[in-house]
C-alpha cells in the first residue's frame, strides 16, 4: 500500500519537482542517457517524498515490488517523456531528440550579433603604440579641448564665469526689527531699551550691519 500510494503521487503535476528534475537530468539523446535518467528519476522520487510528505521509501524494497508485482508499473517512464517534452519547449533538445541549436541570429538582438564570438583572455590588451598613436591616450576631440582651455586658462566651452562677489540687498541687517512674540506662559515683562535689537547691559553683541565687502 505504500509502494502504491508512492505510485499515486501526482509526480507529473508537481511543477517544483519536474523543475529541478530537469535541471539534473539536462538533455536526453541517448538511450544510455534514459536508462541512467530513470534511476535518477527513481531517486529523486525517493527523497522528494520524504521531504514533502516525511515518508521514508527503502529503494530495494520498492524496486523487489515492481518485480514481483505484474500489475505495479512505475511512474519513471512518463515522467521522463514529460522532462523531454519540458526540454522540447525551452529548447533544449530538438523534436528529433538532438540537442537544440539555441536561438536562430533573427531572434538575437543587434549587440549581441555583432559582439565577438570569442575572445582571447590571453593576448595583451592594445595600448595605441603599436598603431601609430604615440604616447597620448585616445582622447575625443571635446575632451582634447577642455584639457588645452583648462592648462593655458582660457574660458571652457559650456562654463559659467561666476564672479567672485557678494550682492547684498539695501536695507538688510543682521538682526531683524520686529520683537518676536511671546508665548501664552511667557511673563508680560516690560523690554528695557537696553535689552532692545540685540543690546544688553555687556554691550553690543551682535553686528547691527554687514561688513563691508
Known sequence: ???????????????????????????????????????????????????????????????????????????????????????????IVSASGALGSGPSPGDLPAWMVDAPQKVDLNKKADDGVAHGAGADAPYPAHFQAIIEAVTTGKPVPGVREIPNTVVRQAGIAPVGKMQAPRKPWERQQQQTPSNEAGVSSSGNLLDQEFPPV
Open 1 to 91: 500500500a505504500v509502494f502504491k500510494k508512492f505510485d499515486d503521487y501526482p509526480w507529473v503535476r508537481d511543477r517544483p519537482f519536474l523543475q529541478g528534475l530537469v535541471a539534473m537530468l539536462g538533455p536526453l539523446t541517448t538511450g544510455f542517457e534514459r536508462q541512467k535518467a530513470l534511476g535518477i528519476t527513481l531517486q529523486a522520487r525517493i527523497w522528494w517524498y520524504q521531504s514533502r510528505l516525511n515518508i521514508s521509501i527503502d529503494r530495494a524494497a520498492y524496486e523487489a515490488y515492481l518485480g514481483s508485482a505484474p500489475t505495479a508499473a512505475s511512474p519513471d517512464p512518463t515522467l521522463l517523456i514529460k522532462i523531454e517534452d519540458i526540454q522540447r519547449r525551452m529548447g
